[in-house]
């Protein structure tokens, strides 16, 4: 993949994870570089957000919590949609203080 190509993929996905990653023509070595160079960031076990996302959620709980749910979305199945305390976050019903990082899916 190109440097140019890799830069359109990066732009056109915020949250994947690493088998999404790699499907769409990053290889692995390109992968860790990414993560080396802060161009995406870990948000769980295999799955990855851009630089941009992560500075888009920066300092406030529930778009970070809206990564998380991408992230665990993608994981388990573009099937899934948020439910319960996930899907109040996510529709901006202020039920909850602090969101976290535990992310409801049915």
């Given at each position: 993949?190109?440097?140019?190509?890799?830069?359109?993929t990066?732009?056109?996905?915020?949250?994947?994870?690493?088998?999404?990653?790699?499907?769409?023509?990053?290889?692995?070595?390109?992968?860790?570089?990414?993560?080396?160079?802060?161009?995406?960031v870990?948000?769980?076990?295999?799955?990855?957000?851009?630089?941009?996302?992560?500075?888009?959620?920066?300092?406030?709980p529930?778009?970070?919590?809206?990564?998380?749910v991408?992230?665990?979305?993608?994981?388990?199945?573009?099937?899934?949609?948020?439910?319960?305390?996930?899907?109040?976050?996510?529709?901006?019903i202020?039920?909850?203080?602090?969101p976290?990082e535990?992310?409801?899916?049915?």
């Open positions: 993949m190109t440097r140019r190509d890799l830069t359109n990066l732009s056109d996905i915020a949250v994947a994870t690493r088998a999404h990653w790699i499907a769409r023509g990053v290889t692995a070595r390109q992968l860790r570089t990414l993560v080396d160079s802060g161009a995406l870990r948000l769980r076990y295999g799955s990855y957000a851009t630089r941009s996302a992560v500075d888009w959620a920066h300092g406030n529930r778009r970070l919590h809206i990564l998380y991408y992230a665990a979305m993608d994981a388990v199945g573009r099937d899934s949609v948020a439910s319960f305390q996930s899907a109040a976050i996510m529709h901006d202020a039920l909850f203080r602090h976290g535990t992310v409801t899916l049915t």
